[in-house]
Nanobody, 124 residues
Framework: VQLQASGGGLVQGGGSLRLSCAAS????????MAWYRQAPGKERELVAT???????NYADAVKGRFTISRDNAKYTTYLQMNRLKPNDAAVYYC???????????????????WGQGTLVTVSS
């Protein structure tokens, strides 16, 4: 399973960006989808999660400004980021908990997969 994140870029403070993350490969089902971010010199932190039923949770720092969503048919999650602040600048990573099938060994497994990260830069 591979995750491909996109949508990062440079935006002025107060602006908006929409990140996307699409999964591909052998996918039986996807449980939680999530977005994390990591700023320079800081640890990776959880930004938002969405369950398979569409229930979303957010870090306090982004509540009311960011919206996570998912399209199950496309194996894709989105992060709509509004009213961006300079301290939102980071590399954003998506993560999905995926049930997949392993041909080597012939078994099903539920594993976490990460995207490669997409850079968000916010100018003040």
């Amino acid at each position: 399973v591979q995750l491909q994140a996109s949508g990062g870029g440079l935006v002025q403070g107060g602006g908006s960006l929409r990140l996307s993350c699409a999964a591909s490969g052998i996918i039986i089902s996807i449980n939680d989808m999530a977005w994390y971010r990591q700023a320079p010199g800081k640890e990776r932190e959880l930004v938002a999660t969405v369950t398979s039923d569409g229930i979303a949770n957010y870090a306090d720092a982004v509540k009311g400004r960011f919206t996570i969503s998912r399209d199950n048919a496309k194996y894709t999650t989105y992060l709509q980021m509004n009213r961006l602040k300079p301290n939102d600048a980071a590399v954003y990573y998506c993560k999905m908990n995926v049930q997949t099938y392993r041909y080597e060994g012939a078994y099903y497994a539920t594993l976490d997969f990460w995207g490669q990260g997409t850079l968000v830069t916010v100018s003040s």
